[in-house]
């Protein structure tokens, strides 16, 4: 018998069905974990060396409890060239992990793309703001308290992750964090200001947010907006 995958969440959020599992320490458990994939992502998955094969393997299992969630189906999910995951047309969707959980956003999608983001809700060992914020932020933040500042800091960088994943099949490079201010607000939702090339977009963007049992989750949709 196939065992039962360990759900750490099952939400229905706004830009999809998101559902994270938490990973097995052992590789026995990350075997036992792969039975769940189909046999073509189990032999990709075996190219991997440990750590990132317990990643990846948790991902694909988590977007496929999630596909199944929204009455989806779908063959191997393996990557493109940008390292995404291929799912079939009509769905959107897009993986992510920390040492311990691994999470997928899923939704029925035909012209919008959809990312997500988790962090392990703690202060990092050194601060990461100068290189993951642009100058406005920094301002913004350069007078709150140590603690705040740090929560904050973590927080924009989830969303920029998410959105950067949202992002990626319309432009297809790296943006870089400066290219992207995001002021979360207390809502869940936030406001995103972009600094692209005129040549991309423009774009319709869409961010989310929330803390759950120590972590930050933070989710993204992009579309194109289309003259009327």
């Given at each position: 018998?196939?065992?039962?995958?360990?759900?750490?969440?099952?939400?229905?959020?706004?830009?999809?069905?998101?559902?994270?599992?938490?990973?097995?320490?052992?590789?026995?458990?990350?075997?036992?974990?792969?039975?769940?994939?189909?046999?073509?992502?189990?032999?990709?998955?075996?190219?991997?060396?440990?750590?990132?094969?317990?990643?990846?393997?948790?991902?694909?299992?988590?977007?496929?409890?999630?596909?199944?969630?929204?009455?989806?189906?779908?063959?191997?999910?393996?990557?493109?060239?940008?390292?995404?995951?291929?799912?079939?047309?009509?769905?959107?969707?897009?993986?992510?992990?920390?040492?311990?959980?691994?999470?997928?956003?899923?939704?029925?999608?035909?012209?919008?793309?959809?990312?997500?983001?988790?962090?392990?809700?703690?202060?990092p060992?050194?601060?990461?703001?100068?290189?993951?914020?642009?100058?406005?932020e920094?301002?913004?933040?350069?007078?709150?308290?140590?603690?705040?500042?740090?929560?904050?800091?973590?927080?924009?960088?989830?969303?920029?992750?998410?959105?950067?994943?949202?992002?990626?099949?319309?432009?297809?490079?790296?943006v870089?964090?400066?290219?992207?201010?995001?002021?979360?607000?207390?809502d869940?939702?936030?406001?995103?200001?972009?600094?692209?090339?005129?040549?991309?977009?423009?774009?319709?963007?869409?961010?989310?947010?929330?803390?759950?049992?120590?972590?930050?989750?933070?989710?993204?949709?992009?579309?194109?907006?289309?003259?009327?």
């Amino acid at each position: 018998m196939v065992p039962i995958p360990d759900v750490a969440f099952d939400l229905e959020l706004a830009h999809g069905r998101c559902l994270g599992v938490r990973l097995p320490e052992d590789a026995a458990g990350i075997d036992a974990l792969a039975e769940r994939l189909l046999p073509d992502e189990r032999a990709f998955a075996a190219g991997f060396g440990p750590a990132r094969r317990r990643t990846w393997i948790g991902g694909r299992v988590a977007m496929r409890l999630a596909l199944e969630r929204i009455g989806a189906r779908a063959g191997a999910v393996l990557g493109d060239d940008r390292d995404a995951p291929l799912l079939p047309v009509g769905i959107a969707g897009s993986i992510t992990h920390k040492q311990h959980v691994a999470a997928a956003l899923v939704a029925r999608e035909q012209s919008a793309r959809i990312g997500v983001d988790i962090e392990v809700d703690e202060p990092p060992r050194f601060d990461v703001s100068s290189r993951v914020l642009a100058d406005d932020e920094l301002a913004e933040l350069a007078s709150w308290s140590e603690p705040q500042r740090v929560r904050e800091v973590l927080l924009r960088f989830s969303a920029k992750e998410a959105l950067y994943k949202a992002l990626d099949p319309f432009v297809r490079r790296y943006v870089a964090f400066e290219e992207v201010s995001v002021t979360p607000r207390p809502d869940g939702t936030a406001s995103v200001h972009t600094r692209l090339p005129p040549t991309e977009g423009p774009f319709d963007v869409d961010v989310r947010w929330r803390r759950l049992d120590g972590l930050v989750l933070t989710t993204a949709r992009v579309k194109i907006v289309t003259a009327s």
